[in-house]
Every structure is written in structure tokens, then in C-alpha cells.
């Protein structure tokens, strides 16, 4: 469920970088204001992005990295070159080191907290290069190794495309820069790029990056979405029709067709910032559940063979789950309703395993 609904924030994600795309060159909005327009074509946008990789993913495995390979670079050479523009930019502003010393945590610790848990789904991910193990060649080396390299890469690119955003950025007379991107949301980036990239075509490349990111986003969640319930649906942890495999596709369809599914009625059903909270609590409550579990599997089976064996042992986990505990905490100040949501669905989870599908499992 995790996974569906991210792909729903990536597909929303998308709707909305195609929607600014569509202003910017523009293109007619039939009659309609232009906030009406754009909300009504994010929708259509979202849909025939989650239907198009729905589709790709029932096609087969080799096609969905073929196209996450290709879009992933595009989206790096993009994310490098902002960043180059952007440091160029913020050198020549005055005073720029001012805004990373005067008044840099305006909410506090409390605000920080909050912004890390809303955030948390960008740095969620690489947990699909694990629930992938089967697909992966040698993957006792490739799999730890291929972990490393997406948290390095992804959290060098977000410090650098934050630092250039907050300290190369010009927001208007009488508000601050974290205030004013703020206000932009999804398309802030946006907004840096039109600052820092020469000849104005900044937003015109951002928006074609983001339009790019959210895709491989996508792909990549529908992908794991599926790939994690068919597991279920093995060990009869979910329907059993999780499990089947397509005849010549040899993927397993009706999984892939489950997750395209609900991530159509999430995002139709909350808005942007609800769907992104609730992601973000299933993958914190995904992330303690795998902390704890390392701690029972290590204690049960100390002699394991693994391809990683973790480091100062136990407090990386016991410090993840309480880390991740805080953070989810922090969210509920944030959005109730997504608690509501995320709680909901671990319930009807739970009744479901101990009512049935723990006797099918034992069986």
C-alpha cells in the first residue's frame, strides 16, 4: 500500500509539471479560469500516467529498466546542471551566507521534525533493489553495494539542489526565500530555475526534469508495488491471485493491475499534500517494522549467511526506530486525516492476517 500510494504522489506529481508545461507554451484552457484548468488537467494527466505504467509494468521487467535506465540519466544531467547555474548564481548575490546563518530554523526543532517526516518519501526507494532480489544478478553483492550508491547519490543531489534553492534564489520584496518557495510547492524548483539558468529557459527544463522524475518515480513504485505483493500473495500473506504469473509475460499481472488500481483512487480521492503524509507514515512504518525485525533475526539466527551484515549492532536500528517513531509522531501534527487513513488500512491489515490469512500461511 505504501508503494501504490506513492506512485499516486508521482502521478500527481506529473500532472501538475504537464499541466505548468501546458501554460508555458501556451496552449488553450478552453474557456476555463486558469486554477480550475490546471486542477482538472492534473487529473487527466495523473490518470493516463498511471494507466501507461500500469501497462508497461504488465509488459514485463526488462522494459520497465529499459525506461527507468533512460529516464534516470536524463533527470541526473538535468539535476547536475541546475546545480551548476545555481551555485554561479548564488557566489554572485550579495550577502547570500547571511541566509544559512541569520534566522535559518524560523519554526525550530518542532518545524524541522515536521518537515523531515513530510519528506521522508523522497529518501524512501532503495528498500526496491531488495524487493527486486529475485530479479537481480549476484545479488549478495549487488544489492548491498546498489543500496549504498542510490542513498549516496540521491542525498548528495538533494543537499546541493537545496543549498543552491535557498541560497541562490530572489523571492519578492518583504518575504523570505523559504516562505516563497514554499508557497510554489511542487514547482519551486521551478521557479529557482527560471532565477539561475541563462536566456529564461530554466523552467522549461525543470519542468521537462520534473516531468522526467516523477515518471521514473512512478515506474519504479508500480514496479515494487507489484513485486511486493506478489510475494504476499505467495506466502498467502495476501488472495493468492496476488501470485499468478502472465503465461508469456511471465509477470505477475493481476498484482501489477492491483496496484495501478489503488493508486487511480488515491489520488483522485485526497489531495496532494494528504497523499504524500500518508505515504510517508506507511514508509515509516514500514522502515520500523524492518528495524525490528533485524533485531529478532539476528537474535533467532545469529549465524545467518548474508550478503551485509550490520555494523555497530544494535544501535543502528534501535536508533532507527526510534527515529522513525518520532518522525511519525510529528506528522500527526501535520495531517490527522492521513494518520487516519494509514492507521486504517494497518487495522483491516492486521484483522485480515490473524482472522485468515496467518492459517493460510500455515498451511
Known amino acids: 500500500f505504501a508503494h501504490a500510494v506513492a506512485g499516486s504522489l508521482y502521478a500527481l506529481g506529473f500532472g501538475r ?9 501556451g496552449l488553450p484552457t478552453f474557456g476555463m479560469a486558469e486554477a480550475s484548468f490546471v486542477h482538472m488537467l492534473t487529473l487527466i494527466l495523473m490518470t493516463v500516467a498511471i494507466v501507461s505504467f500500469t501497462s508497461l509494468n504488465f509488459r514485463g521487467a526488462s522494459e520497465t529498466g529499459q525506461v527507468g535506465n533512460i529516464v534516470t540519466v536524463t533527470k541526473i544531467v538535468i539535476l547536475l546542471l541546475f546545480a551548476l547555474f545555481g551555485i554561479l548564481a548564488m557566489v554572485r548575490a550579495p550577502h547570500w551566507t547571511a541566509r544559512f546563518t541569520t534566522d535559518f530554523l524560523p519554526n525550530g526543532l518542532g518545524g524541522v521534525l515536521q518537515a523531515m517526516g513530510l519528506t521522508f518519501i523522497a529518501f524512501e526507494g532503495y528498500e526496491i533493489i531488495a524487493q527486486s532480489g529475485e530479479e537481480v544478478v ?3 553483492r549487488n544489492v548491498p553495494r546498489a543500496i549504498f550508491l542510490a542513498i549516496g547519490i540521491a542525498v548528495s543531489l538533494y543537499l546541493l539542489i537545496s543549498v543552491v534553492a535557498l541560497g541562490a534564489t530572489t523571492a519578492p520584496a518583504g518575504m523570505k526565500v523559504y516562505q516563497y518557495l514554499g508557497l510554489q510547492k511542487e514547482i519551486a524548483t521551478v521557479e529557482v530555475a527560471q532565477q539561475v539558468f541563462p536566456r529564461g529557459i530554466g523552467g522549461v527544463v525543470l519542468i521537462f526534469s520534473g516531468l522526467v522524475s516523477t515518471m521514473s518515480a512512478l515506474n519504479a513504485t508500480t514496479y515494487s508495488s507489484s513485486r511486493v505483493s506478489f510475494a504476499m500473495g505467495r506466502d498467502r500473506n495476501l488472495p493468492l ?34 497523499v504524500a503524509t500518508a505515504a510517508d507514515l506507511m514508509f515509516l512504518f514500514l522502515f520500523l517494522q524492518v528495524n525490528a525485525a533485524i533485531l529478532r533475526l539476528r537474535r533467532k539466527l545469529p549465524k545467518l549467511e548474508t550478503g551485509f551484515r550490520i555494523r555497530a549492532f544494535p544501535m543502528v536500528p534501535i536508533i532507527a526506530l526510534a527515529a522513525n517513531a518520532l518522525l511519525a509522531v510529528f506528522l500527526f501534527t501535520y495531517s490527522p486525516r492521513a494518520w487516519l487513513v494509514a492507521a486504517g488500512w494497518v487495522v483491516a491489515g492486521l ?9 493460510q500461511e500455515a498451511l
Do not use: C, D
Not at 509539471?17 to 507554451?25: G, Q, T
Not at 484483522?351 to 492459517?359: A, E, G, P
Open 138 to 140: 549476484n545479488p549478495k
Open 351 to 359: 484483522l485480515l492476517h490473524y482472522t485468515y490469512f496467518s492459517k
Open 17 to 25: 509539471f504537464a499541466a505548468e508545461m501546458w501554460l508555458m507554451v
Open 241 to 274: 491471485f496476488f501470485a499468478r504469473i502472465h503465461p508469456t509475460r511471465h509477470t505477475p499481472h493481476l498484482a501489477v493491475l492491483a496496484s495501478g488500481g489503488i493508486m487511480l483512487a488515491m489520488a483522485w480521492a485526497l489531495p496532494i499534500e494528504q
